[in-house]
C-alpha cells in the first residue's frame, strides 16, 4: 500500500460546481500537506500549504486536514474551465526530512463549460 | 527570471545508453531535488540536496546519481539507462535548505523514452 493514495479520476464537472479532492495516508509522522496543481506537459506549482490539523481558505481554495483520520481535502468553489489540471496532494515529516516531499497519484479535473 | 530551467525538453535514448538530464536555477535556492512522474504512481524522490557539495538519496535512486557542484545546477544522470526509466522528470528547487514549509518550484520536465 502506498503512502500516500489519492483517487487519480478523471473528475469531469460542469463550471460553476463545488469540487471535491481528497487524499489519505497512512504515515502519523505527516506534519506538513501541500496541494499542488499541474497544467498539461507543464511543472507542478504549488496552491495551498497546512500545518498539522485544520481549515485554510485562499480565495476559491479550502484545505482540510483531518489527522486524526488520515484524510485531507481540496474544495474548489465555483470552478471554472480554468482550474481544469491534475490536482497533487504532497506531504511531508518535517524535521530531518526536510523538503522530502511524498506525493499522491494526482487526480484529473476538468471543469467544463 | 527564468527560475527553473532543464533541458533537453525530450529525449529518446537507446538502453544501455548514458544520458544526463540538465538543471538550473537561477534563484539561489539552497536546495534541490530531482523526481521522476509516472502514471498512477504520481511523483516519486530520486535524489535531493539540501545545499551545494551535498546530496541524498530519495525514495527511487537506484540507476541514477547527482552531482551539486555549485548553487545554480544539479545535473542527473543515468549510467546505462534501461526501459523502466523511462518517465517525465521533473527537477524543483527550494529556497532554505530543504525545510519542509519551502515552496519547491518546478521546472517544466524531461519526457524521456528509454528503447
Known amino acids: 500500500q502506498k503512502e500516500v493514495e489519492q483517487d487519480p479520476g478523471p473528475l469531469s464537472v460542469p463550471e460553476g460546481a463545488i469540487v471535491s479532492l481528497n487524499c489519505t495516508y497512512s504515515n502519523s509522522a505527516f506534519q506538513y500537506f501541500m496541494w499542488y496543481r499541474q497544467y498539461s506537459r507543464k511543472g507542478p506549482e504549488l496552491l495551498m500549504y497546512t500545518y498539522s490539523s485544520g481549515n485554510k481558505e485562499d480565495g476559491r481554495f479550502t484545505a482540510q486536514v483531518d489527522k486524526s483520520s488520515k484524510y485531507i481535502s481540496l474544495f474548489i468553489r465555483d470552478s471554472q474551465p480554468s482550474d481544469s489540471a491534475t490536482y497533487l496532494c504532497?506531504?511531508?515529516?518535517?524535521?530531518?526530512?526536510?523538503?522530502?516531499?511524498?506525493f499522491g497519484q494526482g487526480t484529473i479535473l476538468t471543469v467544463h463549460p | 527570471i527564468a527560475g527553473i530551467t532543464q533541458a533537453p525538453t525530450s529525449q529518446i535514448l537507446a538502453a544501455g545508453r548514458r544520458m544526463t538530464l540538465r538543471c538550473t536555477q537561477d534563484m539561489r535556492h539552497n536546495a534541490m531535488y530531482w523526481y521522476r512522474q509516472d502514471l498512477g504512481l504520481g511523483l516519486r524522490l530520486i535524489h535531493y540536496?539540501?545545499?551545494?557539495?551535498?546530496?541524498g538519496k530519495g525514495e527511487v535512486p537506484d540507476g541514477y546519481s547527482v552531482s551539486r557542484a555549485n548553487t545554480d545546477d544539479f545535473p542527473l544522470t543515468l549510467a546505462s539507462a534501461v526501459p523502466s526509466q523511462t518517465s517525465v522528470y521533473f527537477c524543483a528547487s527550494s529556497d532554505s535548505g530543504g525545510i519542509a514549509t519551502d515552496t519547491q518550484y518546478f521546472g517544466p520536465g524531461t519526457r524521456l523514452t528509454v528503447l
Open positions: 540536496s539540501n545545499t551545494a557539495g551535498t546530496t
Open positions: 504532497a506531504m511531508s515529516e518535517g524535521g530531518t526530512s526536510y523538503g522530502k516531499l511524498t
